[in-house]
């Protein structure tokens, strides 16, 4: 399977081992990520209103870019991507003034540079790896590709906000009570501890103008994760990733000292249990470093 991939800023830089996990991963499900070429960022942040279509070029730019590729599905890891990408294209679909609007923009700039226009009518269906596997690969041919169970391993699945939410223009899954994350590590080996912070806000960009208030939120959910009985936690999100990863030193200065919680991609746990490689990620990215647990637990 071929699937047109859009990895997006953050998976180039900061957040690489969740890039290079996932192209493990899906190698070993046989799937090939094609990176999308030329792609550019896709904006970060949706705009309050789909009146504001500057905030909407960038990610219809890259959707029409996926359909010039010749694709008609395009395949993101990242939550604040996924979200961008996927609102846009959803504004595109039911919103005729947004749709005129962004096309009369995009259709002047492609024509001045020469290129060839035709209006875009949202025929691009943005997913994301996890629905990927669930809809078109499926937990049970997880669950036989799997060589190394995560026997051991008590997994807090965490959500966070953008992922599944505006449920009427992204979800894929409940809300409110999601099944996806929890599907794929049960079919990796994992035990799935379920805890009430699993769709809570880490404070994603408040880490940068209220840091204090971004500690607090991710500290609650460490605790969350923690109290129900957690080894490790696994999300999709790079922000989330910052948040809860690289703060902990934080929340032991300004908070309660607590056991470090080892932070980690999901795609960093499906590299582990489907690569042949006896240590098929690189665990040098994580502030928390997973490997003294998976070494008590004869992973690594």
Not at 12 to 36: F, P, Q
Not at 202 to 213: A, K
């Amino acid at each position: 399977m071929d699937v047109l991939y859009y990895p997006g800023c953050t998976l180039k830089d900061h957040a690489s081992s969740y890039d290079t996990s996932a192209r493990k991963a899906a190698e070993a499900l046989g799937v090939r990520l094609l990176e999308m070429e030329n792609w550019t960022c896709c904006g970060t942040t949706m705009p309050l209103t789909t009146r504001l279509i500057a905030g909407l070029v960038a990610p219809a730019r890259t959707l029409i870019e996926a359909r010039s590729a010749g694709f008609t599905e395009l395949l993101t890891l990242c939550s604040f991507c996924y979200n961008v990408l996927k609102r846009t294209n959803h504004a595109i679909a039911t919103d005729d003034e947004a749709k005129r609007r962004i096309n009369a923009y995009l259709a002047d700039e492609y024509k001045r540079e020469g290129k060839a226009w035709q209006d875009y009518e949202a025929e691009i269906d943005v997913v994301h790896f996890l629905q990927l596997i669930r809809d078109e690969i499926g937990f049970d041919e997880v669950r036989a590709r799997t060589r190394r169970p995560l026997a051991g391993l008590k997994v807090a699945p965490y959500y966070g906000c953008l992922l599944l939410r505006p449920h009427n223009e992204v979800g894929f899954d409940d809300p409110e009570r999601p099944q996806v994350l929890e599907n794929l590590l049960e079919a990796l080996g994992c035990e799935v501890v379920d805890f009430p912070h699993k769709v809570e806000c880490c404070g994603s960009y408040l880490g940068l103008s209220s840091p204090d208030v971004a500690i607090e939120t991710s500290f609650a959910i460490i605790q969350s994760a923690q109290n129900a009985g957690a080894n490790t936690l696994a999300l999709a999100c790079p922000l989330c990733a910052y948040n809860l990863d690289a703060r902990q030193a934080a929340m032991h200065t300004r908070l309660t000292p607590f056991p470090e919680l080892p932070i980690v991609y999901f795609t960093e746990l499906m590299a582990l249990a489907l690569s042949p490689e006896p240590t098929p990620v690189s665990w040098d990215r994580h502030t928390i470093d997973p490997q003294p647990l998976l070494r008590s637990v004869q992973l690594v």
